[in-house]
T-cell receptor, first 116, second 110 residues
Framework: NAGVMQNPRHLVRRRGQEARLRCSPV?????VYWYRQLPEEGLKFMVY????????ESGMPKERFSAEFPKEGPSILRIQQVVRGDSAAYFC??????????????FGEGSRLTVL | GENVEQHPSTLSVQEGDSAVIKCTYS??????FPWYKQELGKGPQLIID?????GEKKDQRIAVTLNKTAKHFSLHITETQPEDSAVYFC?????????FGTGTRLTVIP
């Protein structure tokens, strides 16, 4: 049973480039969440998606960031025109059941973005 | 409503001693409170959770208590071992996601 798979594990970009982070949820899970973790800080919610739908993007910066979870394939977190402040670990999590009150979040190992 | 305060930020204990981490929140609607353990370079992993209809839950050396009236919940680790060293996060449910505390770095000294 594969857990949440994220890639790449490490990504280095120069300022102004684009970063694409991919997440394959646990098989059978249709709910995907993206969190950002700055060094020595907690996890900050970014976005919650179900297949082909963005349910809650209240934690996403208004510009340069976007996320999708297509019918086929992994969820993608896309950061355009990266800046040094985007350097962080980005974690994807998935859950099986509707609503967190009844389900556990399973996290991936994270993608660590470094912007030079 | 979405903030979760977690204390202490760092905690060092001798092997075999107990460790306690506390979290407080303000949103009365939350009814699910998980705790996650994050080891260096890894993603967070659920270690125990509690729902608002119970006050305490135990799993071997780990226990969680919840005081919904006072809006605080705590993680208790007894007989700590070096492999317990990690960052621990409390969390509570929001409308569509989990809100996490700022984390506690636990170091168990052999």
């Amino acid at each position: 049973n594969a857990g949440v798979m994220q890639n790449p594990r490490h990504l280095v970009r120069r300022r102004g480039q684009e970063a694409r982070l991919r997440c394959s949820p646990v098989k059978g899970h249709s709910h995907v969440y993206w969190y950002r973790q700055l060094p020595e800080e907690g996890l900050k919610f970014m976005v919650y998606l179900q297949k082909e739908n963005i349910i809650d993007e209240s934690g996403m910066p208004k510009e340069r960031f976007s996320a999708e979870f297509p019918k086929e394939g992994p969820s993608i977190l896309r950061i355009q025109q990266v800046v040094r402040g985007d350097s962080a670990a980005y974690f994807c999590a998935s859950s099986q059941r509707t609503g967190l009150n009844t389900g556990e979040l399973f996290f991936g190992e994270g993608s660590r973005l470094t912007v030079l | 409503g979405e903030n979760v305060e977690q204390h202490p930020s760092t905690l060092s204990v001798q092997e075999g001693d107990s460790a306690v981490i506390k979290c407080t929140y303000s949103d009365s609607a939350s009814n699910y409170f998980p705790w996650y353990k994050q080891e260096l370079g890894k993603g967070p992993q659920l270690i125990i959770d509690i729902r608002s209809n119970v006050g305490e839950k135990k799993d071997q050396r780990i226990a969680v208590t919840l005081n919904k009236t006072a809006k605080h919940f705590s993680l208790h680790i007894t007989e700590t071992q070096p492999e317990d060293s990690a960052v621990y996060f409390c969390a509570k449910t929001g409308a569509n996601n989990l809100f996490f505390g700022t984390g506690t770095r636990l170091t168990v000294i052999p």
